[in-house]
């Protein structure tokens, strides 16, 4: 089919408005390119920008500056949400414009005085973005690492590293039922993997003369 959507696909150097009519886009910090003099200064990489960088406003730059400081050095890793404001005018029209609702690496909300026109100003909040929680593991998958480590310990030493792990040691205490008896199992094997054959080591084997005489 002749598909009209690949033709209608703003051309741009950076994420606009219209990238964000779906919903909000929470971005991580990359690196930020500063070229002072040029129509818009900053540019804001980030993770999966396809090279298609955040390049604030000079309002927004305003806002990053007053949550993360001057020093654009310090915002790599540092993540913010973007969100679409139909609100934002150009030349009186209401053309619609980015605007950042949520900042990482700040400690309450802030607010500011941000400039609307030209002698007016209004407050802006910008909220703390919360980091999000690591998913937790499924317990066959913590089972899964433990056997991998102790299928790589090749020695008796080397099992019992393993074995006092904090992994290990904090499986042994949560764990029950069929998970724990799973553990016990993969501890067994490879001690038993491990363990000197005592019949087959001479300095382990109980010797043959106990200090009494034999027959002459």
Same mark, same amino acid.
């Given at each position: ?12 150097d ?13 971005? %991580?910090?990359t ?9 818009? /200064? ?6 999966g ?6 390049? /604030? ?12 400081g ?27 414009g ?30 703390p ?5 690591? /998913?937790?593991?499924?317990?066959s ?23 006092a792990s ?15 008896d ?6 067994? %094997? ?24 034999? /027959?002459?």
């Amino acid at each position: 089919m002749n598909d009209m959507r690949a033709v209608i696909v703003p051309k741009s150097d950076q994420i606009n408005a219209d990238d964000l009519l779906a919903g909000p886009m929470t971005i %991580t910090v990359t690196k930020v390119d500063i070229r002072p003099g040029t129509e818009q /200064p900053v540019s804001i990489h980030f993770d999966g920008d396809a090279g298609k960088p955040f390049k /604030p406003c000079k309002s927004m730059a305003r806002v990053m500056v007053h949550c993360w400081g001057a020093d654009a050095n310090q915002y790599a890793g540092r993540s913010m949400t973007l969100y679409c404001d139909p609100k934002v005018k150009w030349g009186g029209l209401e053309v619609g414009g980015i605007r950042i609702s949520h900042m990482s690496h700040i400690p309450a909300p802030q607010i500011m005085a941000l400039t609307v026109t030209k002698g007016s100003k209004k407050p802006f909040t910008v909220q703390p973005l919360k980091a999000q929680a690591a /998913p937790k593991r499924k317990v066959s998958e913590i089972l899964d690492a433990i056997e991998a480590q102790f299928v790589g310990a090749a020695t008796r030493e080397a099992v019992d590293t393993v074995l006092a792990s904090d992994d290990v040691q904090k499986a042994l205490d949560v764990l029950t039922n069929g998970a724990r008896d799973r553990l016990n199992a993969i501890i067994k %094997t490879a001690t038993d993997r491990t363990a000197l054959p005592i019949a087959n080591d001479p300095a382990l084997a109980p010797a043959d003369d106990d200090g009494w005489p034999g /027959p002459a």
